[in-house]
């Protein structure tokens, strides 16, 4: 076809060879006149939009192709008027409907005088290279996103260990921008003395032939620009794209978890120490049982006798009598905590229990002028031995009455409940309080805070019994407002007997 009417006749084979050589490429060959009208069509340009070269001649081309352009076109026309050229994308529409994305050269043509008679415009498709490129830039966004949530610090390293990508919690860790961690070696951030341990683990993880995490990390510690370390645990995993090796590793900081084992350990070394020292108390109880409790059932017998003579100091005889049954009771505690019978357990009513302490306890309170409230839960069956928790709530009511004074205006409530998986049940009374510096103190053996009125075992022996119903016993108190005491009790221990010398 011809370019323009007015080139001159001799010029159209020359043309028309051109046009045939821009048949043969395969991107979108299209002449267009300074007005922007389609004068010539290539077969790229049929492939690429749709139309034949018959349905494009005449038309105007930014309409034809609805075509987007990075700036104003006026701007870029004038651009090819002024250089001659100019290449940017453009976005387009196809026949189809179909959006197409080109990589487009625009050329000015001028006519044999040399003033400017259209431009070429040579088009490359480069939709799916976009395509692709958007695709990896939102798999790089997600990927980023990814490792940045893991709680874990991670690198990404090369065959070599240099790292190549790193996210937000190692940086944290390491105290250092990700930007600075970008390019050094992962070995450099592993304290000097573990170095060759991390290169050695690291070279390993490159012979794994699959994608697996590690099972088991190793236990480094990694370095801050400051000099200070820290332990980290840190693991490998070997990743293949295509023929690039990749190392993923990762890092946690175990600073809190070392903490933890360091806190357990000293927990058990003092649990083992306080079964040493029960089971040496155990032995000391069974020979003072022995020893005291013989003599002083005869002395007992003895007063007996000579309080039903005649006594010219019955005041005297009476107190004598009062020692002596402390004295019993005293030992009786000390046998009871350090040698406890394991308790016999059954399933029953565990608010029954603690209604016969709330009556033992009853007479002591009347004295005192402390008044004393039950108010009961609704619980289920409890496996407990009602003679041991009998035991543990009427010495945790006579101290609550103890601790309220005599001035009537005392006052002792216990409550059961059931929570959690728990049975409960709080001894709460309005007396004196217990200082905060006593508190870590008051289930010590013979710590007291009575003065000679107490021994110091009935807390430690109120504690000894929910241990050996597999609970515990709380406390909270504060001085001049009252104490509340406790004890929790699983509602379903199962068929074992606790052990009395764990």
């Known amino acids: 076809m011809s370019l323009a009417p007015e080139l001159a006749a001799q010029d159209m084979e020359a043309l028309a060879e051109q046009a045939a050589l821009l048949d043969l490429t395969s991107d979108a060959m299209v002449v267009r006149d300074l007005s922007g009208i389609v004068r010539y069509w290539n077969r790229g340009a049929e492939r690429m939009y749709g139309w034949t070269r018959s349905e494009a001649a005449g038309k105007q081309l930014t309409v034809l192709l609805q075509s987007r352009y990075p700036q104003p076109l006026?701007?870029?026309?004038?651009?090819v008027l002024a250089t001659g050229h100019w290449e940017g994308e453009l976005q387009q529409v196809r026949q189809s409907g179909a959006e197409v994305v080109v990589s487009s050269r625009w050329v000015l043509r001028r006519d044999g005088s040399g003033q400017p008679a259209g431009m070429?415009?040579?088009?490359?498709?480069?939709?799916?290279?976009?395509?692709?490129?958007?695709?990896?830039q939102e798999n790089e966004l997600r990927f980023r996103a990814l490792m940045d949530s893991a709680p874990d610090g991670i690198l990404v390293l090369n065959a070599a260990g240099q790292i190549i990508h790193a996210n937000r919690n190692v940086a944290a860790i390491l105290e250092a921008p990700v930007e600075s961690l970008t390019g050094r070696s992962a070995d450099d951030c592993i304290a000097a003395p573990l170095r060759e341990q991390h290169r050695a683990h690291r070279e390993a993880a490159l012979q794994q032939t699959v994608f697996a995490p590690a099972e088991q990390g190793i236990e480094l510690a990694a370095t801050r620009p400051d000099g200070s370390e820290l332990p980290v645990e840190v693991r490998f995993s070997h990743l293949r794209l295509g023929t690039r090796s990749l190392v993923i590793e990762s890092l946690r900081d175990i600073r809190d978890r070392r903490q933890h084992e360091m806190e357990e350990h000293h927990r058990q070394q003092l649990e083992l120490l306080r079964a040493g020292h029960l089971a040496t108390l155990g032995e000391i109880a069974a020979g003072l049982a022995h020893e005291i409790k013989n003599p002083l059932a005869g002395i007992a017998a003895a007063l007996e006798i000579l309080q039903g003579e005649v006594c010219s100091e019955p005041e005297v005889m009476a107190d004598v009598v009062q020692q002596v049954g402390r004295i019993r009771n005293i030992v009786d505690d000390l046998l009871h905590y350090a040698r406890p019978r394991p308790p016999a357990m059954e399933v029953g009513d565990l608010n029954a229990a603690v209604e016969r302490a709330v009556r033992l306890a009853a007479p002591m309170a009347c004295q005192h002028h402390t008044r004393l409230m039950l108010a009961p839960g609704n619980l289920p069956p409890v496996r407990h031995d009602a003679e041991q928790i009998e035991r543990l709530v009427t010495n945790l009511l006579i101290n609550g009455v103890q601790a309220t004074g005599s001035g009537g205006t005392g006052s002792v409530s216990v409550t059961t409940a059931a929570e959690g998986g728990m049975a409960s049940i709080s001894v709460r009374d309005n007396g004196r309080g217990i200082a905060?510096?006593?508190?870590?103190?008051?289930?010590?053996?013979?710590?007291?805070?009575?003065?000679?009125?107490?021994?110091?075992?009935?807390?430690?022996?109120?504690?000894?019994?929910?241990?050996?119903?597999?609970?515990?016993?709380?406390?909270?108190?504060?001085?001049?407002?009252?104490?509340?005491?406790?004890?929790?009790?699983?509602?379903?221990?199962?068929?074992?007997?606790?052990?009395?010398?764990?």
């Open 120 to 136: 070429l415009e040579s088009n490359t498709d480069i939709t799916m290279h976009r395509r692709r490129e958007v695709q990896l």
């Open 74 to 79: 006026a701007e870029i026309e004038a651009a």
């Open 436 to 502: 905060p510096a006593e508190l870590p103190n008051i289930f010590r053996p013979f710590f007291t805070t009575k003065g000679p009125q107490g021994n110091g075992l009935g807390l430690p022996l109120c504690q000894r019994i929910a241990e050996l119903h597999g609970g515990r016993i709380d406390v909270r108190s504060q001085p001049q407002c009252g104490s509340t005491f406790t004890v929790w009790l699983p509602l379903t221990y199962g068929d074992k007997t606790p052990n009395p010398d764990r």
